[in-house]
């Protein structure tokens, strides 16, 4: 079965500043992989999805990540936050192609520092 | 772009109470949709897989006969929490892929449920 790890529950981070949210997944099969942004009292945003070719993916909002097969991991990364950048961040992965069933991991808060 | 419409945005409720809450997918079809519950600074977690025209499926240790799902359409899914009680109280979000299939879910914006 598959899991998500996001180890950093809250980052304070201040404006301007370079960021990285930690995420690392395990799985017996090929994952596609997602991260996905919530603002207080919303649903999700899709802000990027790993699902084949280029291990560096671009997203929305200046945010990118890296899929990396041998850590198992899928960090998310800016390299300049924005007060409004502040959220909930969460890692999801999906095992298979055409499996529609997302596992979450357990969130990270960002929180930008003026 | 594909769209998950949620309704109610927040509802309060008296305890022993039913409360529906209406899934629909704008501009396009859902054969599935997936119904989450959210406690307070916690993760998603997956409560059952909406289908249309057929049984929903739930996941471990969710409630069936608390949680009732309903997929009439291809359009809409409804969850109705029955006899709601204050530990019911969450936020349910339900996603819908755009195609059958498809890797990238769609999320509606939520409802909280609040349960006195």
């Known amino acids: 079965a598959q899991s998500v790890t996001q180890l950093d529950s809250q980052v304070p981070v201040f404006e301007e500043a370079p960021v990285e949210l930690r995420c690392n997944y395990s799985?017996?099969?090929?994952?596609?992989l997602f991260w996905y942004v919530q603002y207080p009292n919303q649903g999700l945003q899709l802000l990027l999805k790993?699902?084949?070719?280029?291990?560096l993916v671009k997203g929305i909002n200046g945010f990118e990540a890296e899929f990396n097969k041998s850590q198992t991991s899928f960090h998310l990364r800016k390299p300049s936050v924005h007060i409004s950048d502040t959220a909930e961040y969460f890692c999801a992965v999906t095992e298979g192609f055409g499996n529609e069933k997302l596992t979450f991991g357990t969130g990270t808060r960002l929180t930008i520092i003026p | 772009g594909a769209v998950v419409s949620q309704h109610p945005s927040w509802v309060i409720c008296k305890s022993g109470t039913s409360v529906k809450i209406e899934c629909r997918s704008l501009d396009f079809q859902a054969t599935t949709m997936f119904w989450y519950r959210q406690f307070p600074k916690q993760s998603l977690m997956l409560m059952a897989t909406s289908n249309e025209g057929s049984k929903a499926t739930y996941e471990q240790g969710v409630e069936k006969d608390k949680f009732l799902i309903n997929h009439a359409s291809l359009t809409l899914s409804t969850l109705t929490v029955t006899s709601a009680h204050p530990e019911d109280s969450s936020f349910y979000i339900c996603?819908?892929?755009?195609?059958?299939?498809?890797?990238?879910?769609?999320f509606g914006a939520g409802s909280r449920l609040t349960v006195l």
């Open positions: 799985s017996s099969v090929s994952v596609y």
């Open positions: 790993y699902l084949s070719g280029s291990t």
């Open positions: 996603s819908a892929p755009l195609f059958a299939g498809a890797n990238v879910l769609t």
